[in-house]
């Protein structure tokens, strides 16, 4: 089995960045698609971006393309979200989440197995 530990988060202005970062434990992440999401108060959760095994592969919501950045170190069993130009509807608790590739890896029902989340929080 695999345990995800999100880190990174926090609170920063509209315009800024942040770079997350997704740790596993347990089995490699190199057999793993990952992907990220986020919840905000009272919205369902979203699909955000997802990586292939190498890497050579991304996906990425139309809310974020050409904002976000989605990359994976394997030797390091890590995954990253860089966030730039960062604005309020950003605002959410982000989830990173490993997939054995099956399904659509858009839907949060391709994920086997998820992390504890971590809060990001855009001032306007």
């Known amino acids: 089995q695999v345990q995800l530990v999100e880190s990174g988060g926090g609170l920063v202005q509209a315009g800024g960045s942040l770079r997350l970062s997704c740790a596993a434990s347990g089995r490699t992440l190199s057999n793993y698609y990952m992907g990220w999401f986020r919840q905000a108060p009272g919205k369902e959760r979203e699909f955000v971006a997802a990586?292939?095994?190498?890497?050579?592969?991304?996906l990425y919501a139309d809310s974020v393309k050409g904002r976000f950045t989605i990359s994976r170190d394997n030797a390091k069993n890590t995954v990253y979200l860089q966030m730039n130009s960062l604005k309020p509807e950003d605002t959410a608790v982000y989830s990173c989440a490993a997939s054995t590739g099956v399904g659509n890896l858009r839907e949060q029902y391709a994920y086997a197995y998820w992390g504890q989340g971590t809060q990001v929080t855009i001032s306007s």
């Open positions: 990586i292939s095994w190498s890497g050579g592969i991304t």
